[in-house]
Each structure stands twice: as C-alpha cells, then as structure tokens.
C-alpha cells in the first residue's frame, strides 16, 4: 500500500512539473512602437493580461486562453483586443491564434512581424 501511494505521488508531481504548457507562461512584449509599453502576459490558469500605454492612452485587459494543439505550438486568446497596431483605435478579435516560435509568440506562420510579442 505505501508503494502505492508513493507512486501515486511521485507521478502526479512529475506529471504537473513536466507540463508541456509552461514554456507558454511568462511576459512577452510587442515592441513595434517605440514610445509605447505593449505586453501580454499569458498564465497558468488559461487567463491573459494584456496591457498597453502610449502618451496619455493607457488600457488593458484579461481574458482565457486556449492550448490548440502540439504540432505547431498554437495558444488562442478568445475575445482579445489587438492593441499592437492601431492603440485606443483596437480591433477586437473573437479568436486571436498565436504560435509559439523560440521566444516569440507570432500571429502567423511567417515568422516575426511587427505584431509578434517576445518573451522577456
């Protein structure tokens, strides 16, 4: 019985610490304008912050975000509003699909854009 319980444990912690979703976590930042403080910061409990500031805008937001699957490494932020481009002037995206690419989190398969957020 004590093998068992010991097996049950050591599984469970090795399952959580090798989860395939932590290299998601962290703060990344969209650098596309210079005068501007742009960042996303994805959590381990499905939810985002988005925040962005530039001169006297400053706005933000939350929301969940989805793991899509494995192979291309995509996160979808469900009801995410792209400040990366237009600031105050937003455009709100029902499904805003992301790929995970080294440090870079880009919103195609092209690469980096000016859109792309980098881990920091």
Known sequence: MKIYKFCLIFFSIM???????????????CENETNAINY????EDNSYFHYYK?????????GTWLYLDDRFERIELI???NY?????KYSIIKNYILIKN???LNNGFDGNTR???IKR
């Open 15 to 29: 399952f959580i610490g090798c989860s395939p979703l932590k290299k998601y976590y962290g703060k990344y930042y």
């Open 79 to 81: 009801d995410f509003n």
């Open 54 to 62: 530039k001169d006297n805008i400053e706005i933000s937001q939350t």
């Open 115 to 117: 859109s792309s957020f």
């Open 102 to 104: 080294n440090n870079y």
């Open 84 to 88: 990366n481009e237009n600031g105050e």
């Open 40 to 43: 996303l910061i994805i959590k």
